[in-house]
């Protein structure tokens, strides 16, 4: 994770949605030339592969603004809930949403995740908790896969928290999604992953594993919500059913990642809610990497715990808070994120044949990346061979940055 294969003085060259070639630019100049490319001048600038987020909530319906006020005067989970927050808040508005409301809040936040430099997002239902509610999110999320030009991997979020409807009933729910829910959005083709959110405050393992299962049966990919609030056993959950992801993972011991470390799941860490709920605790980024595990970074973008689609500060964040170095945090935000969404073939890092998904960043340095936190170095966004973003900058001294027109 730590090796970045940098190229001074690099080059890319791309041909349709492809990259073709990759070295150092006097080294292609004459293929340019010959396939009369459009010369895009970075100099002094660094060019890396797009941000790929592979863990965000992105269909809901206004924020939970009073539930942050809330949590800063020292009220409880279980206290903001029972004032009528949380989760099941979300629901009740999403419920209250048409389909047009919901896309179109939802493409204003595409565009500012393009801004920021993700060209790949993984997107959850899990607002809705009513079977006919979650499958109008994933219709919003088919809906905006056509309408954007960024990539759109839909997750069906099966079990985030029972509804009203079911208060006390949480066994009938968990049949209710395994027997109505999953073959109804599989039918409609509507979710390549399947996610479940097995912690104290949510779902069991044994509950988890019925609706993963059931997934399985229809072609969904599992992933887990696993270990956040406390420690359950869902890490090794996902290992038993080959999910791409277990994500979250603040509550792991050491039998965890010794077993995630020789699994092919990806460990997907989510600081960006740690940092809004105010902990002092943070997953264990560090002991994963030096056991060998694959680790991921994502926003967790969602109106509760982590209202942030900048994948730049989540790389601030890894590196000051999990001790990540810098170009671990970058191979987390790009190739590993790819691979836990099962695309590490064609994103997530500038090869040949890969995807032409490129981000330039207005820094000397990769390294300034996260150590300017907070702020939005991208300048330019490529999504497939094609700018889907491009910021004028005034000039400097040996930098000049021509920018692609569609």
Same mark, same amino acid.
């Given at each position: !994770?730590?090796?970045?294969?940098?190229?001074?003085?690099?080059?890319?060259?791309?041909?349709?949605?492809?990259?073709?070639?990759?070295?150092?630019?006097?080294?292609?100049?004459? &293929?340019?030339?010959?396939?009369?490319?459009?010369?895009?001048? =970075?100099?002094?600038?660094?060019?890396?592969?797009?941000?790929?987020?592979?863990?965000?909530?992105?269909i809901f319906s206004d924020s939970r603004v009073n539930d942050y006020e809330l949590r800063l005067q020292g009220k409880t989970y279980q206290e903001i809930a029972?004032?009528?927050?949380?989760?099941?808040?979300?629901?009740?508005?999403?419920?209250?949403?048409?389909?047009?409301?919901? +896309?179109? +809040?939802?493409?204003?936040?595409?565009?500012?995740?393009?801004?920021? $430099?993700?060209?790949?997002?993984?997107?959850?239902?899990?607002?809705? #908790?009513?079977?006919?509610?979650?499958?109008?999110?994933?219709?919003?999320?088919?809906?905006?896969?056509?309408?954007?030009?960024?990539?759109?991997?839909?997750?069906?979020?099966? @079990?985030?928290?029972?509804?009203?409807?079911?208060?006390?009933?949480?066994?009938?729910?968990?049949? &209710?999604?395994?027997?109505? @829910?999953?073959?109804?959005?599989?039918?409609?083709?509507?979710?390549?992953?399947?996610?479940?959110? =097995?912690?104290?405050?949510?779902?069991?393992?044994?509950?988890?594993?019925?609706?993963? /299962?059931?997934?399985?049966?229809? $072609?969904?990919?599992?992933?887990?919500?696993? /270990?956040?609030?406390?420690?359950?056993?869902?890490?090794?959950?996902?290992?038993?059913?080959?999910?791409?992801?277990?994500?979250?993972?603040?509550? #792991?011991?050491?039998?965890?990642?010794?077993?995630?470390?020789?699994?092919?799941?990806?460990?997907?860490?989510?600081?960006?809610?740690?940092?809004?709920?105010?902990?002092?605790?943070?997953?264990?980024?560090?002991?994963?990497?030096?056991?060998?595990?694959?680790?991921?970074?994502?926003?967790?973008?969602?109106?509760?715990?982590?209202?942030? @689609?900048? !994948?730049?500060?989540?790389?601030?964040?890894?590196?000051?808070? !999990?001790?990540?170095?810098?170009?671990?945090?970058?191979?987390?935000?790009?190739?590993?994120?790819?691979?836990? @969404?099962?695309? $590490?073939?064609?994103?997530?890092?500038?090869?040949?044949?890969?995807?032409?998904?490129?981000?330039?960043?207005?820094?000397?340095?990769?390294?300034?990346?996260?150590?300017?936190?907070?702020?939005?170095?991208?300048?330019?966004?490529?999504?497939?061979?094609?700018?889907?973003?491009?910021?004028?900058?005034?000039?400097?001294?040996?930098? /000049?940055?021509?920018?692609? &027109?569609?």
């Amino acid at each position: !994770m730590g090796e970045l294969g940098i190229i001074a003085d690099g080059g890319v060259l791309t041909k349709g949605k492809k990259i073709s070639h990759v070295g150092a630019s006097r080294s292609l100049e004459r &293929e340019a030339l010959r396939t009369n490319a459009e010369a895009i001048d =970075c100099r002094g600038r660094v060019a890396m592969p797009g941000f790929v987020d592979s863990h965000t909530h992105l269909i809901f319906s206004d924020s939970r603004v009073n539930d942050y006020e809330l949590r800063l005067q020292g009220k409880t989970y279980q206290e903001i809930a029972q004032s009528g927050g949380g989760i099941q808040s979300s629901a009740r508005r999403v419920q209250k949403a048409s389909p047009t409301k919901l +896309q179109n +809040q939802a493409e204003a936040f595409l565009t500012q995740f393009a801004a920021h $430099g993700t060209t790949t997002i993984e997107v959850k239902s899990g607002y809705g #908790l009513e079977i006919d509610e979650e499958l109008k999110t994933l219709r919003v999320i088919l809906s905006l896969q056509k309408a954007t030009k960024l990539e759109l991997v839909p997750t069906l979020m099966a @079990l985030h928290a029972p509804p009203d409807s079911f208060a006390g009933r949480r066994a009938e729910y968990v049949e &209710e999604v395994a027997n109505r @829910l999953v073959p109804a959005a599989a039918r409609e083709g509507l979710a390549e992953f399947i996610d479940c959110f =097995c912690d104290r405050e949510a779902f069991s393992v044994a509950d988890c594993r019925r609706v993963l /299962e059931r997934g399985k049966q229809f $072609g969904m990919i599992p992933r887990t919500h696993a /270990e956040q609030l406390a420690r359950t056993g869902a890490a090794h959950l996902g290992i038993e059913l080959e999910a791409a992801s277990a994500d979250h993972l603040d509550m #792991l011991n050491g039998a965890d990642i010794r077993a995630l470390s020789s699994s092919n799941v990806i460990a997907t860490l989510l600081p960006g809610a740690n940092f809004h709920l105010g902990l002092r605790t943070f997953p264990p980024a560090r002991r994963l990497i030096e056991h060998g595990a694959a680790v991921a970074l994502a926003t967790d973008f969602n109106p509760g715990t982590s209202p942030t @689609l900048n !994948m730049q500060f989540i790389l601030s964040l890894a590196c000051t808070q !999990m001790r990540m170095t810098p170009a671990e945090a970058v191979t987390a935000a790009t190739i590993n994120g790819a691979c836990a @969404l099962r695309r $590490g073939k064609c994103i997530g890092s500038i090869e040949a044949e890969k995807q032409a998904d490129l981000i330039v960043m207005d820094v000397d340095d990769y390294r300034e990346i996260p150590y300017y936190f907070a702020m939005n170095h991208c300048v330019m966004t490529v999504k497939r061979g094609r700018s889907i973003y491009a910021r004028p900058l005034a000039h400097r001294r040996d930098r /000049e940055v021509m920018h692609i &027109e569609e």
